[in-house]
């Protein structure tokens, strides 16, 4: 299902591959590839309506645009038109935007192994009053598009509905092990002092207590987010944190619910600081949120296709 709200800028760097393709295809073979193009013009199964459009001719397209034998079997191969299929994806938008007016249901303990600690929290939010649950929120239907483009079959862990608070973090981690859940991101931005900047990817530590035991998640938890890191990094521009994990933009925690409790393989990221004015700018853009959905989903796409 694809989202599109007010705020939703659709992906731009398709068009621009695409059209020359098509073109290029067009004026080089007749009959039964012309068809396939008109079709991929059309719009694939999940496609956008503006990579659709790209279909059409572009009068500014120049008609010498080189085609590649290479190119065109990697387009046309089912299997490579849908990477993911077969593959199953969690996202976990962090907080609820329901959550502040839950204050006692989200204060409830819960066990996470290690320790017990509060069912959700609020998040955080911009100095302006955009929530981090917005955010999240808005990244994870971005996010989904994308994956479900690639063939993955994406569940998220709430969708902003009833009820209008949690899930608790037991629980999000309950529905990545119970969908056996190839990968798993839960969302986040950080609420840290001004100044504070950039992202990080949060990886599980190895924990073994009660509940918890990540030993089996650990390392491919740890690949996971390499890639994630490295795919947010190459799509937004963005540095890593300079306030946590020493400049690499990964972090490891032994004190998330979220990661103690999981069974797949699963990280956190903190896309930017909503507290700093700079990150805040960023993190309240359609266009950037765009960007990181698809760096995100980069690095999920690498770490599925191994
Ligand atoms: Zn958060």
């Given at each position: 299902?694809s989202?599109?709200g007010?705020?939703?800028?659709?992906p731009r760097?398709?068009?621009?591959r695409?059209?020359?393709l098509?073109?290029?295809?067009?004026?080089l073979v007749?009959g039964?590839?012309?068809g396939?193009?008109?079709?991929e013009?059309?719009?694939?199964?999940?496609?956008s309506?503006g990579?659709?459009a790209a279909?059409?001719?572009?009068?500014?397209?120049?008609?010498?645009?080189?085609?590649?034998?290479t190119d065109d079997?990697?387009?046309?191969?089912?299997?490579?038109?849908?990477?993911?299929?077969?593959?199953v994806?969690?996202?976990?938008?962090g907080?609820?935007?329901?959550?502040?007016q839950?204050?006692?249901?989200?204060n409830?303990?819960?066990n996470?192994?290690?320790?017990?600690?509060?069912?959700?929290?609020?998040?955080t939010?911009?100095n302006?009053?955009?929530?981090?649950?917005?955010?999240?929120?808005?990244?994870?239907?971005?996010?989904r598009?994308?994956?479900?483009?690639?063939?993955a079959?994406?569940?998220?862990?709430h969708d902003?509905?009833?009820?209008a608070?949690?899930?608790?973090?037991t629980?999000?981690?309950?529905?990545?092990?119970?969908?056996?859940a190839?990968?798993?991101?839960?969302?986040?931005?950080d609420?840290?002092?001004?100044g504070?900047?950039?992202?990080h990817?949060?990886?599980p530590a190895s924990?073994h207590?009660?509940?918890?035991?990540t030993?089996p998640?650990?390392?491919?938890?740890?690949?996971?987010?390499?890639?994630?890191?490295?795919?947010?990094?190459?799509?937004?521009?963005?540095?890593?944190?300079n306030?946590?994990?020493?400049?690499?933009?990964?972090d490891v925690?032994a004190d998330?619910?979220g990661?103690n409790l999981?069974t797949?393989?699963k990280?956190?990221?903190?896309?930017?600081?909503?507290?700093?004015?700079?990150?805040?700018?960023?993190?309240?853009?359609?266009?950037?949120?765009q960007?990181?959905?698809q760096?995100?989903?980069?690095?999920i796409?690498?770490?599925?296709?191994?």
């Open positions: 299902m989202y599109s007010p705020e939703f800028d659709p760097q398709r068009r621009f695409r059209a020359p098509a073109v290029g295809l067009a004026a007749p039964a590839l012309l396939w193009v008109v079709y013009g059309a719009g694939r199964p999940g496609g309506p990579a659709g279909g059409q001719a572009d009068p500014a397209t120049p008609k010498s645009a080189p085609v590649s034998p079997a990697k387009v046309a191969s089912p299997s490579a038109a849908l990477p993911l299929r077969g593959k994806v969690v996202i976990d938008p907080h609820n935007p329901g959550n502040f839950h204050t006692s249901e989200i409830q303990k819960v996470i192994g290690t320790n017990w600690k509060e069912c959700d929290t609020t998040g939010s911009t302006a009053g955009y929530s981090e649950a917005r955010f999240t929120l808005d990244v994870a239907h971005r996010l598009t994308l994956l479900e483009r690639q063939g079959t994406v569940k998220l862990t902003g509905d009833r009820p608070w949690g899930p608790c973090v629980r999000r981690a309950e529905i990545g092990n119970a969908a056996h190839d990968a798993a991101i839960s969302l986040h931005a609420g840290a002092p001004e504070d900047r950039g992202f990817v949060i990886l924990v207590s009660g509940a918890a035991d030993r998640i650990v390392a491919s938890a740890r690949t996971l987010g390499e890639r994630v890191e490295s795919g947010f990094a190459k799509v937004t521009g963005s540095a890593p944190s306030y946590v994990g020493n400049g690499t933009g990964l925690r998330l619910g990661l999981s797949v393989p990280v956190f990221i903190e896309c930017g600081n909503m507290r700093d004015s700079k990150d805040a700018a960023l993190l309240t853009s359609g266009a950037w949120r960007k990181a959905a760096g995100i989903s980069e690095g796409v690498s770490f599925l296709r191994g």
